[in-house]
C-alpha cells in the first residue's frame, strides 16, 4: 500500500494511475484502489441499485459506502440502502447529512427550496455533506458512466478530483447499459424497486420523475428545468 501524505503525491498518483488505467476492467481498478489506499477510500452509492458495491465488495468487503441522505428519499431508496447493509453484512453505511434537517432548512429559507432554487437545495443537502464526509478520506469511488450524459462523455477511470481534493475513482465509466444491466442479471444484484416502474436516474423524490420510453435516463431529473448535475460530479 503506498505511503501518500500530502495532495501533491496523491494528485501525482492520480495521473498517473489515469494513464496506466486507462483500460481497466473495474475489478482492476477496485484491486488498484484497495492495494493504494486500503482502508482510506469510500464508495458512493444513491442506492439506484448495488453493482459499484457488490464489484467493491468482491475486493475488499468490509468497505465504507458513502449514502447522502438529504432528507427527501423515495422510501424504496431508503429501503434499498437498509438491504445493501443486510446483503453485505460487512459493508459500513456512512450517512452523509446536511447540517440542517428538511424542517430547519425550510424555516431559514423558506418551504420547497428545491422547487425555487434547485441548485441551492443541492448544494446544502449534498455538496456540503459530501465534502465534509470525502475531507476523511484519500480517494472515492463512483458509479459514473460516461453513457449516463453528455457531460460524462470523457470521464477517465482515475483522475484527480480537485473540487473535493482527493482522487476520484470511476471503475465502471466504460461500461454500456447493455453490459451494466447484464452484469445485474448475472449477479442478482439489489435493485431499488422504482427502477422497474421507470424510474431510470434516481434522487430526491421532489426532483424525480418517469423517464419516457426511449428518453435520456437523465431526463428524469430536474424536469422542465435547465439542471442537469447536482453539483457532485460537475
Not at 191 to 198: A, F, K, R, T, Y
Request: charged letters at 25%; aromatic letters at 8%; glycine letters at 6%.
Amino acid at each position: 500500500m503506498t505511503a501518500v501524505t500530502s495532495e501533491e503525491d496523491l494528485k501525482a498518483l492520480a495521473h498517473k494511475a489515469s494513464e496506466e488505467l486507462a483500460d481497466a476492467t473495474a475489478l482492476e481498478a477496485l484491486e488498484w484502489t484497495v492495494g493504494t489506499f486500503g482502508d482510506d477510500f469510500i464508495v458512493a452509492s444513491n442506492m439506484q441499485d448495488a453493482v459499484l458495491i457488490d464489484l467493491a465488495t468482491r475486493v475488499k468487503s468490509d468497505v465504507d459506502v458513502l449514502f447522502l441522505e438529504t432528507g427527501y428519499h423515495f422510501a424504496e431508496t431508503i429501503g434499498t440502502r437498509d438491504a445493501v447493509a443486510t446483503v453485505y453484512p460487512d459493508v459500513r453505511i456512512v450517512n452523509a447529512q446536511a447540517e440542517q434537517s428538511v424542517a430547519e432548512q425550510d424555516a431559514e429559507y423558506g418551504p420547497k427550496l428545491h422547487e425555487r432554487d434547485p441548485n441551492q437545495c443541492c448544494f446544502l443537502r449534498k455538496v456540503v455533506p459530501l465534502r465534509k464526509t470525502l475531507s476523511n478520506y484519500s480517494a472515492w469511488v463512483t458509479g459514473v458512466r460516461r453513457v449516463d450524459a453528455p457531460t460524462r462523455a470523457n470521464t477517465p477511470i482515475v483522475t484527480w478530483d480537485d473540487r473535493n481534493g482527493l482522487v476520484k475513482v470511476n471503475p465502471i465509466a466504460p461500461w454500456t447499459d447493455e453490459e451494466f444491466r447484464a452484469y445485474i442479471e448475472e449477479h442478482g444484484i439489489l435493485e431499488n424497486p422504482l427502477v422497474s416502474e421507470g424510474y431510470l436516474s434516481i434522487g430526491c423524490a421532489p426532483c424525480t420523475a418517469k423517464v419516457a420510453p426511449g428518453a435520456d435516463p437523465r431526463s428524469g431529473r430536474w424536469a422542465g428545468k435547465s439542471k442537469t448535475e447536482c453539483g457532485l460530479h460537475g
